[in-house]
């Protein structure tokens, strides 16, 4: 018989090892977990630096904000997800990919003109560093990280240098107890003549207060979302 001229199929070698997760790529359109009407107003939160877009503080927001009407978008950064994948607990991206994480989001949700944008501590604060690039409707700062606990003042000069020029419609939810920045220290910053602060009475950087002010967290949360809520729909909380 004639030879068919085929050698013989190889035996199949060692699995290929498992590759650990991986960040998307730069560009990648986020994934969103939606809250509330479609046709609603949309905005956009990110997260903080520790804790994922489910987190319960985002969770409690949302589900409050749906509520009354809005639309909540929440979205992770490219670290928090490859951490939500597997891969251990990665150190939040450079500012530069934080930046481009945002504005992809805002195109992904149809543009600035669309959307209003912000989020917990880290996620607000890079969102107020794209708010007027992106032209967004409007910026709510849940906590917003004026200098970190015991750093130099030369942080918060870091952290509040763009906020001086800021042009968007800005609303900051921050506690009165918040080691990131309180009244007093927040008095002494110049802000943008757009940028309100509403004040959570005993409220620390979550908002949550101490049990000997009589207040529960769930009352500062609903204070928070009542003044989010009148804030994108243009009304006095």
Same mark, same amino acid.
């Not at 090892?17 to 790529?25: G, H, K, L, N, S």
């Not at 597997?86 to 607990?89: A, L, P, Y």
């Not at 500062?220 to 979302?225: D, G, N």
């Given at each position: 018989?004639?030879?068919s001229?085929r050698?013989?199929?190889a035996?199949p070698g =060692?699995?290929d =090892? ?8 730069p560009g990648t $359109?986020?994934?969103?977990l939606f809250? @509330?009407?479609?046709?609603?107003p949309?905005?956009?939160?990110a997260?903080?630096?520790?804790? $994922? ?7 409690a927001?949302a589900?409050?904000?749906?509520a009354r009407g #809005?639309r909540?978008?929440?979205?992770e950064f =490219?670290y ?5 994948l +597997?891969?251990?607990?990665k150190?939040?991206?450079r500012?530069?990919e934080?930046?481009?994480? /945002?504005l ?11 959307? /209003?944008?912000? *989020?917990?501590?880290? @996620?607000g604060?890079?969102?107020?560093m ?7 409707r *409007? #910026?709510?700062?849940? *906590? %917003?990280?004026?200098r970190p606990? @015991?750093a130099?003042p030369a942080?918060?000069e870091?952290r509040t240098a ?8 800005? #609303?900051?939810?921050? @506690?009165?107890?918040d080691a990131f +920045?309180?009244? !007093?220290e927040v008095?002494? %910053?110049?802000?943008?003549?757009g940028?309100?602060?509403? /004040?959570?009475?005993d409220?620390?950087h979550s908002?949550a207060p101490r049990k000997s !002010?009589?207040?529960?967290?769930a009352q500062? #949360?609903?204070?928070?979302?009542a003044a989010?809520?009148?804030?994108v ?5």
């Open positions: 018989m004639a030879a001229g050698r013989p199929a035996p =060692p699995a =090892p498992p590759r650990p997760p991986q960040a998307p790529e $359109p986020p994934e969103f809250d @509330g009407p479609q046709q609603g949309t905005l956009v939160l997260h903080g630096a520790g804790a $994922p877009m489910d987190s319960p503080f985002l969770a927001m589900a409050g904000l749906a #809005l909540v978008a929440r979205f =490219p928090m997800r490859a951490r939500r +597997g891969g251990g607990r150190a939040p991206d500012e530069p934080l930046r481009r994480s /945002w992809a989001a805002i195109a992904a949700l149809g543009g600035g003109g669309r959307v /209003w944008i912000g *989020g917990k501590s880290m @996620g604060r890079i969102a107020s794209v708010a007027d690039e992106a032209a967004v *409007g #910026l709510v700062c849940l *906590g %917003y990280p004026f606990p @015991g130099a942080a918060a870091k763009h906020l001086r020029h800021l042009r968007t419609p800005a #609303l900051i939810v921050q @506690g009165t107890r +920045g309180g009244p !007093s008095a002494g %910053y110049e802000l943008a003549a940028i309100r602060i509403h /004040w959570i009475d409220g620390d908002l !002010s009589g207040r529960t967290a500062t #949360l609903a204070e928070a979302v989010v809520a009148a804030f729909r243009g009304e006095k909380d």
